[in-house]
């Protein structure tokens, strides 16, 4: 038992969590840098992504986006009125209750020249993330083993 | 030369649009438990780096600026703090006077085996999710 819990972690863990988090933190950089170039805010961006992502069919409303960007509800509805303000949604008022967020053809195109860098970007990360991921894992199952014997 | 496919397609935003909500969790998660113990984000992922470097050389003010992304006059401000509430301790360097390396306190050690432990688990459960989606994006450029 003297293994389990907090007592169980080697050096490799620590070093590869902060692998983990550099990459994490390069790629946001990057992507924060890229959205800016273009005018938008990391978090207008976001925004933006969320919607172009949904499943065909899925409809965000505001606060279905505030529950995707981890973000108050009233952070949520404002951004939401500054992409209407700056052409990026149309928010669509049919069901009062329930606003539903639409992309406009501005937004679909600034996404597909965000998009392509960014793919780009985590193709390059991702061995190094996956990597620091793995040995994560593999460490916990290495502790549950020996704890098992 | 494999040449990227110049079309994106519905699913490459979705599983674009997925990587970036799983890592929010994370950093959403991250910072919550790190605030538990009564650390803002930004200490925490400093004495990580700390923690977590590896080489020669002990670590710099100068290396965890390179490691935060951070000015180099805002880690020093961040060193400030964290020597201040007694998670890090400065050592003149033996081979270069004027530069000061950087040490964990028992203190600091105490809390980042808590925080990286819960870590660990909250990792355990997110990486196959995004070992996934990361692969599928590998994938659609090098098909």
Known sequence: ?149 | MKTPRTGLTDADYEALSNLRYTLRRFMDFSTSAAQEEGLPTQQHQALLAIKGHRGEDAMTIGMLAERLLIAPHSATELVGRLVSAGYVSRRADPNDKRRQTLELTDKAEGVLKRLTAIHLTEIREMAPQLIHILKRLQDEIEP
């Not at chain 1, 080697?10 to 070093?15: G, H, L, N, P, Q």
């Not at chain 1, 509800?73 to 939401?80: N, P």
């Open chain 1, 1 to 149: 038992m003297a293994s389990s819990g907090s007592g169980g972690l080697s050096e490799v863990d620590y070093e590869a969590l902060a692998n983990l988090r550099y990459r994490i933190r390069k790629f946001r950089q990057f992507s924060t840098k890229a959205a800016e170039k273009l005018g938008l805010t990391p978090q207008q961006h976001q925004a933006l992504l969320a919607i172009k992502g949904l499943r065909s069919g899925g409809q965000m409303s505001v606060s279905m986006l505030a529950e995707r960007l981890f973000v108050p509800a009233a952070s949520a509805a404002e951004l939401a009125r500054s992409l209407e303000e700056h052409g990026y949604v149309i928010v669509d008022v049919k069901q009062r209750r329930r606003p539903i967020l639409r992309l406009t053809d501005k937004a679909e195109e600034i996404l597909r020249r965000l998009t392509p860098a960014h793919l780009y970007e985590i193709r390059e990360m991702a061995p190094e993330l996956m990597l620091a991921l793995r040995v994560l894992q593999d460490h916990r199952r290495m502790e549950v083993a020996a704890w098992m014997q």
